[in-house]
């Protein structure tokens, strides 16, 4: 069980960076003209705390926080999704992370706007990177698998 919650940890991380690429792509393309979420909570954040920090720190710490929450669920996707590799379960499982963050937590903590009061462009790209992280998630944990055990080569 722990080899596995290593494994779900590592693709968690990895999955992590495919969802970031994907939003900096939509970034550079201009299909999302705010900043990036995660650079949005941690900015409120730190104003909530009196703090105005927002630049290249804010980013930081955005994204060291970003990827530790995909490390986490990562983590907890592998503890219990099923052995072989159903995307459509890592789909829905990033699918219900992005609901449950976006149109309930984060909102309820002030931290983001409810998506019907938000940039309907950065909410696709959101939605749309959950998705890619579920994909990515099963996909790098489903080859992790197959590797089995690491074994010493000679």
Do not use: N
């Amino acid at each position: 069980m722990m080899m596995r919650a290593a494994r779900g940890a590592f693709a968690g991380v990895a999955a992590t960076g495919v969802m970031t690429a994907a939003r900096l792509g939509a970034e550079q393309t201009a299909l999302v003209e705010q900043r990036s979420a995660h650079a949005e909570v941690v900015g409120r954040m730190r104003a909530l705390r009196g703090h105005t920090m927002w630049g290249h720190e804010a980013e930081t710490l955005a994204t060291i926080a970003h990827y530790a929450f995909g490390l986490v669920a990562g983590t907890l996707y592998a503890m219990f999704a099923p052995r072989r590799a159903r995307p459509v379960a890592g789909v829905a499982y990033a699918s219900t992370i992005w609901t449950v963050s976006y149109h309930q937590i984060l909102p309820r903590l002030g931290l983001m706007p409810r998506p019907t009061r938000d940039d309907t462009g950065r909410q696709v790209a959101l939605a749309v990177d959950h998705v890619l992280y579920g994909l990515a998630l099963d996909a790098c944990l489903e080859g992790l698998e197959r590797r089995g055990p690491l074994r010493k080569r000679g």
